[in-house]
C-alpha cells in the first residue's frame, strides 16, 4: 500500500512540476496556429506594399496593356530617364544591385533596346569600292546623295582603276570623269554590307576649232575647220555667236567626224558694225573680229 501512495504522489508531482515549467495559461508560448495567422499577415502586407509600387510604375509609364505608347504627359520626360538608367545599367557601370532591368517594364525595356539597336546600325559604314573596268588610272570620282549634294571630297583611281570610300546605308549617285573620255554617271545602293561597284569609261571625241576665216559681202560669212583629234566618232554642236555690245546673235549647226576627220561649218551674220564673232564647239572655243567700216 506505501508503494502505491509513493507511486500516485510522484505521477502527481511530476504533473505538477510540468504545468509550473509551462507557465499559467495566459502566458503560454505562442501556438501553431497563431505562428500561421501571424506569417500569412505579414505576407499579405508584403504583397499589397509590392501591388501599390507596381501601380505607381505603371502610372508613369503606362500599364503593359498600352505598350508601346508614352505615359501621360506630366511624365513625357520619364523615357529620357529611364533611357540613361537602361544605358548605365547595360554597360556596366552598375555592378552591384538587381538585374539591369529590375523595376522597368518589359515592353519599355524591348523598345528602348530595339532603339538602340537601329541607331547602332545606322552609325555603321560600309567599304564601298569603285573598279574602273580598264584599270585607268586617275579618275575623279564624286559621290553625292539622293538630295543631289556632294558627300565628301573627290577621290581618284589607283594604278588599278580601284578608288574605296567609306559610306552608311542609303542610296547614292556618283560620277567618273578622266580628260579624253566621256563623263560616267551611275547610282548604286549601300544595305548593310561592302559593295563593289564596277564601271567603264569610254572614250570621247575631241571637236578642235583649228581655223576661223572671214569674208565680206552683203552678208559677214565665217567659215571655221574643226577637226576630231578624239580617238572615237563623234557628234557635237557647233555654235557662232555674233557679240553686237547690247545684244547677241546666236547660230549652231551639228556636225559628226570619225576620229581624225576635219569638215568645215559657215555662218552668216548682218553686220553693219564691228563686231566681235565667237565659234565654240563642245570641246574648243576661237574668236574673229568682223571689221566693216
Known sequence: MKKILAIVLAISLLSFG???????????????????????????????????????????????????????????????????????????????????????????????????????????????????????????????????????EEFATDEDGIAEKELENGEYSFEANLEDYKVYEGDFVVDGEDKTVEFELKESAYFEISRLSITYNDDVEIIAEIKNTGEVEGEQDITAVLDLGDEEVTKSETISLDAEETDEVEFSFEVDEDAEIMVESENDKSSIDANVE
Do not use: C, T, W
Not at 83 to 93: K, P, T
Not at 99 to 105: Q, T
Not at 135 to 148: K, P, R
Open 18 to 152: 510540468s504545468v509550473l515549467a509551462q507557465g499559467p495559461p495566459d502566458h503560454a508560448g505562442p501556438s501553431r496556429e497563431a505562428v500561421d495567422e501571424e506569417e500569412e499577415k505579414v505576407s499579405d502586407e508584403e504583397y499589397d506594399e509590392e501591388k501599390d509600387e507596381e501601380e505607381e510604375k505603371e502610372e508613369r509609364v503606362g500599364p503593359p496593356e498600352r505598350a508601346g505608347e508614352p505615359g501621360p504627359p506630366e511624365h513625357s520626360n520619364a523615357p529620357d530617364a529611364v533611357r540613361e538608367m537602361v544605358q548605365a545599367r547595360v554597360s556596366g557601370e552598375k555592378e552591384s544591385g538587381p538585374p539591369a532591368f529590375a523595376g522597368i517594364p518589359r515592353f519599355l525595356r524591348d523598345s528602348l533596346l530595339e532603339d538602340e539597336e537601329e541607331e547602332k546600325v545606322s552609325d555603321e559604314v560600309y567599304a564601298v569600292e569603285f573598279a574602273e573596268e580598264n584599270e585607268l588610272e586617275d579618275v575623279e570620282i564624286a559621290v553625292l546623295d539622293d538630295d543631289e549634294e556632294k558627300i565628301g
